[in-house]
């Protein structure tokens, strides 16, 4: 039994045992437990990732555990990497739930499956075999909804978005079942050489399975609504550890299982990421609700990280294995940065939700007064997330346009129109998604507060701080030292590609010309701001000074109704993006009854709806509730046409088999 | 480039002196260029019309280095015109106080020098005398564009 094996034992025992205490226990001390249990298995999980990521794999066989096939686990460099990335995202949201819980009262059962939620995800990157990974996908799936479901009784929103999220999840389930059925089932190691056209059916079920459970466009409409009800660590946990998972299914299936495969796989791979990214960018740039932002972004990231797993399926159908390792490190750098800063976001928003009782960027503002180290967590993870040095997304997506870059002189004709379109795509993903996040903080914690709640959010307790700082800390890590981590992450990615970043400081590339220091640029940044800073305060110290009012046209004082909200700052994007964005806006003016020429009110009205949805899921939901309706004449209530049926059911199914015999 | 940011740096500002014939500026640092900010404190709107002339076109009293801005914060003179009306009192002493000192107030009109038409009337606090130290003043009702133009240049000295 080695490392790995025992601390993933280690994690799902002490998942399992804080959910029977959580049952057990008192209300006042489930949430400890609950956070507690969430915790350890995450540090047990990271123990384990990172164990099998050094290269410490193993594999174990539970025969009797479920009938037919048995459960057969099993973890190799890839898989640790996606386990520990799960831990270290359940290790701050565990802490942070200790706190969160204890304030908003949830129930027994939402507690209870926390850690079992914890403990699933860690177990589906470890499953070897198709039937391990389809039970561990389901439990994850069901645990995850009743987190979901978890403030039900509170907010009526909560059932629909569950209800969006079960049958997504369900399709999405339904999808990979029968992806893997047709492979054959059995291992998921082993490489399988299926027939061309076969295998094509396989991948695209497998990406419309796992590409659902990433948010990936068109199949994302679910996370923006679970996203934002679940409570705030669950939040995190989906949105950082959970989203990973379809991805780590993605790689598993496409280069692991099947090896490869041709180039048009790639190609759809890499324009469904493209797609993503730059769509989720946009609806979260017009979001106005906090934690539907942060799930908009989720999609966006997704689709950069499948930007990256594209290429380098592109640049590994070609030959170039040392760009396609490349390209799948920054995907993985990217889906590591990912976790830590939208761990971070989550959690600082949900105390945000909590504190001042609102989500709505037009209802916040000026919570800096209030909570002044929320408002620097979150400061640290918008940076993190805007592709801006020194923030951590900023290192792995300039490791995917090193990647796509250099990959334009091999790649053929399809590559020379793709690639440039991808980087055109990544730039305007990284330029909207720092628009977005000025417009989340500068909107939300900046400025003065425009609502009671918000005038009066106090800060969150230290167990939920302790929560963010370790998530910030993981965001530090990864952008400043990004070569402490790059090394594993080459090696993850080499088992299926090239080895291709090196360096510590300054990361290098290896087989193509590329150097960045993300700790010198950090260092010279801060040393061009400190300089700023003194030469501001030295520069007027000469001079006679004198304290003036603010000016404010000489009127009253400034009131919050004339502050910049998150609506009128998105405005100018939505102008540019009209046609893919469809706004819908209507003026309603009524007049005074004496005379036509006097207005009494004048009525606004903007609504950003999500396109996809409207365009494909409300036809599909229609035709789904009209056959329904088709469907009732069949079914009156008559016992005696029940019969019927039945009879004559039994009747054509003798005749057929006659026939056919 | 380097070169002639050591031409900008050695020739310093290049500008007609002030000539002085009709008087130096009120102050000497502002050196022959003036930022002018245009308070309304209750005027008919007559005196506009004629500040608007001024800068306009035809009397272009921008040549004599006055400009008018959009903030007291950039301004080093306050074109004050009309009667300080009780509203707009104090807003008036905000924006004189907002403006960067060393500061100058010209009173145009009539109405700003001594209520003119307006004096004892409802909501009149008094003249911008009452309210703020008064620098220059430009007489008529409404004054000449030629009369305001003199007046700046007083300011300018150009
Ligand atoms: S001085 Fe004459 S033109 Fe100017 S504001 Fe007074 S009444 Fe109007």
New interface residues.
């Given amino acids: 039994m080695n490392l790995t094996e025992s601390a993933l034992g280690l994690a799902v025992g002490v998942a399992a045992l804080a959910a029977l205490a959580v049952a057990a226990l008192p209300g006042r001390w489930r949430p400890a437990c609950a956070g507690a249990g969430t915790a350890l298995a995450g540090a047990a999980g990271v123990a384990a990732g990172v164990a099998a990521l050094t290269g410490r794999p193993f594999s174990l066989s539970l025969p009797g555990l479920l009938p037919l096939s048995g459960l057969e686990f099993g973890a190799d460099r890839l898989s640790g990497f996606f386990i520990a990335v799960t831990g270290a995202v359940a290790v701050p949201a565990g802490v942070y739930a200790t706190g969160y819980l204890r304030h908003s009262g949830t129930s027994r059962s939402a507690c209870a499956f926390l850690p079992l939620f914890a403990a699933s995800m860690l177990l589906v990157p470890a499953a070897a075999w198709a039937v391990t990974l389809l039970a561990c996908w389901e439990l994850m799936a069901l645990t995850s909804l009743l987190q979901v479901l978890a403030e039900h009784r509170r907010r009526p929103e909560v059932a629909e978005a569950g209800r969006w999220y079960a049958v997504m999840t369900h399709l999405g389930f339904a999808c990979i079942l029968a992806a893997l059925m047709l492979a054959g089932g059995g291992s998921l190691l082993a490489v399988r050489h299926l027939p061309a056209g076969l295998a094509g059916t396989v991948f695209v079920l497998a990406l419309a399975g796992f590409g659902s459970k990433a948010g990936i466009v068109p199949l994302h409409a679910w996370l923006p609504r679970a996203h934002p009800e679940a409570p705030s660590h669950v939040s995190a946990l989906m949105s950082a550890a959970m989203v990973n998972l379809g991805v780590y299914g993605i790689i598993r299936t496409g280069f692991g299982l099947l090896g490869g495969g041709a180039r048009w796989w790639w190609l759809l791979v890499l324009a469904l990421g493209a797609v993503s990214a730059v769509y989720g960018i946009l609806q979260a740039a017009m979001s106005s609700d906090l934690k539907r932002l942060l799930g908009y972004s989720t999609t966006e990231n997704m689709g950069l990280v499948l930007v990256g797993l594209g290429a380098a399926g592109l640049f590994a159908g070609t030959g170039h294995r040392v760009l396609a390792g490349l390209a799948l490190t920054a995907a993985l750098l990217h889906v590591a940065g990912h976790a830590a800063f939208k761990t971070l976001l989550f959690l600082s928003a949900g105390a945000v939700a909590q504190r001042a009782g609102t989500r709505d960027l037009d209802a916040l503002g000026g919570l800096r007064g209030g909570m002044p180290a929320t408002t620097a967590a979150f400061a640290w993870g918008a940076l993190a997330a805007s592709a801006l040095p020194p923030g951590t997304a900023f290192v792995s997506e300039w490791l995917l346009l090193q990647a796509l870059i250099h990959g334009l002189p091999g790649g053929g004709t399809a590559a020379a129109v793709v690639l440039p379109t991808a980087v055109a795509a990544v730039a305007l993903t990284a330029g909207l998604s720092a628009a977005t996040f000025v417009k989340a903080f500068g909107t939300g914690f900046l400025a003065r507060p425009r609502s009671d709640g918000a005038a009066r959010a106090a800060e969150a307790p230290g167990s939920m701080l302790a929560g963010m700082a370790l998530a910030g800390a993981a965001c530090a890590v990864l952008a400043l030292v990004p070569g402490a981590v790059l090394p594993a992450l080459a090696r993850a990615a080499a088992m299926t590609a090239g080895p291709a970043v090196a360096g510590l400081v300054t990361l290098r590339l290896s087989g193509a010309a590329g150097e960045l220091s993300p700790l010198l640029l950090a260092l010279a940044v801060l040393a061009v701001t400190l300089v700023a800073a003194g030469w501001l305060r030295v520069l007027p110290g000469r001079r006679a000074r004198r304290a003036a009012r603010l000016w404010d046209c000489g009127a009253g004082p400034l009131t919050a109704r004339m502050e910049y909200t998150a609506t009128a700052f998105a405005e100018p994007l939505q102008r540019v993006f009209d046609d893919v964005l469809a706004p819908e806006t209507g003026i309603d003016v009524t007049h005074l009854d004496e005379a036509r020429y006097l207005v009494a009110a004048v009525e606004y009205r903007r609504r950003v709806p999500d396109r996809v949805e409207r365009r494909l899921y409300q036809p599909a939901l229609a035709a789904v509730r009209a056959w329904g309706e088709a469907g009732r004449r069949l079914a009156p209530g008559s016992v005696h046409r029940y019969l019927g049926y039945g009879f004559y059911a039994v009747v054509a199914l003798l005749i057929v088999l006659t026939v056919t015999r | 480039m380097l070169n002639l940011w050591r031409k900008i740096r050695a020739h310093g500002r290049v500008a007609e002196p002030p000539v002085g014939g009709r008087g130096y500026p009120l102050v000497p640092g502002l050196r022959g260029s003036v930022q002018v900010r245009h308070v309304d404190a209750g005027s008919c709107g007559g005196c506009e019309v004629e500040i608007g002339a001024a800068f306009g076109p035809v009397y272009d009293a921008e040549r004599y280095g006055a400009r008018l801005v959009a903030?007291?914060?950039h301004a080093d003179a306050l074109l004050v015109t009309g009667v300080v009306t009780r509203n707009m009192s104090?807003?008036?002493r905000?924006?004189y106080?907002?403006v960067p000192?060393p500061k100058l107030v010209v009173a145009v009109g009539d109405c700003a020098r001594d209520c003119g038409v307006f004096k004892g009337a409802y909501g009149v606090a008094g003249a911008v005398g009452d309210v703020l130290p008064v620098d220059a003043e430009v007489a008529g009702c409404p004054p000449r564009p030629e009369a305001i133009v003199a007046a700046v240049r007083g300011l300018t000295g150009r």
């Fill in positions: 903030s007291p914060r104090e807003p008036l905000r924006t106080d907002a000192a």
